[in-house]
T-cell receptor, first 114, second 113 residues
Framework: QKEVEQDPGPLSVPEGAIVSLNCTYS??????FMWYRQYSRKGPELLMY????GNKEDGRFTAQVDKSSKYISLFIRDSQPSDSATYLC??????????????FGKGTLLTVNP | GAGVSQSPSNKVTEKGKDVELRCDPI?????LYWYRQSLGQGLEFLIY????????KSGLPSDRFSAERTGGSVSTLTIQRTQQEDSAVYLC???????????FGPGTRLTVL
């Protein structure tokens, strides 16, 4: 079992739809959770960064972490064609040790159709 | 402010040749990371530098891979005797400290023929 599982999609939605992207993980030591957006042939761009469980909202984006279920989500409201990209979840352990090592999901390819 | 920059953006080489990939981190960032992104494999950690501390090289796939960071800033990833399986996008990231807000460069796309 891989440490981080992410459905690769592809996911295709109409403009304006609410998008839900998810990852599951197996390592209970993970404390930091991130979502990156990667456009084709570009580097990953940090979208959301959360610590431990709970919700975090930034504009049209909401990140949720449920540590009891080892499940994280990214919601995109009022999706736009410019949101079309690959979304990568990433996570790392808490303080100490190798907490700088990010473990990534394989990414979900999202297309928002105008 | 400038982000992480990498050069070259693309590199095509022949099997058996050596290649050097360069990374310029964000000014003031003390931590620097290299990752590899391969089709079907996702992003894999390669190496981590933090200040003057010994780097964490635990992710390097073989002894053909090495990296250095001079003056606490620019880093070079060297792959010796390249193989076709080395073909991938090599991404560099930096952060203010060993915390986890890592900011990535655009990557170097390496193709080994």
């Amino acid at each position: 079992q891989k440490e981080v599982e992410q459905d690769p999609g592809p996911l295709s939605v109409p403009e304006g739809a609410i998008v839900s992207l998810n990852c599951t993980y197996s390592n209970s030591a993970f404390q930091y959770f991130m979502w990156y957006r990667q456009y084709s042939r570009k580097g990953p761009e940090l979208l959301m960064y959360t610590y431990s469980s709970g919700n975090k909202e930034d504009g049209r984006f909401t990140a949720q972490v449920d540590k009891s279920s080892k499940y994280i989500s990214l919601f995109i409201r009022d999706s736009q064609p410019s949101d079309s990209a690959t979304y990568l979840c990433a996570m790392s352990a808490g303080s100490g040790g190798s907490n700088y090592k990010l473990t990534f999901g394989k990414g979900t390819l999202l297309t928002v159709n105008p | 402010g400038a982000g992480v920059s990498q050069s070259p953006s693309n590199k095509v080489t022949e099997k058996g040749k050596d290649v050097e990939l360069r990374c310029d981190p964000i000014s003031g960032h003390t931590a620097l990371y290299w990752y590899r992104q391969s089709l079907g494999q996702g992003l894999e950690f390669l190496i981590y530098f933090q200040g003057n501390s010994a780097p964490d090289k635990s992710g390097l796939p073989s002894d053909r891979f090495s990296a250095e960071r001079t003056g606490g800033s620019v880093s070079t990833l060297t792959i010796q005797r390249t193989q076709q399986e080395d073909s991938a996008v090599y991404l560099c990231a930096s952060s203010f400290d060993r915390a986890n807000r890592q900011f990535f460069g655009p990557g170097t796309r390496l193709t080994v023929l």
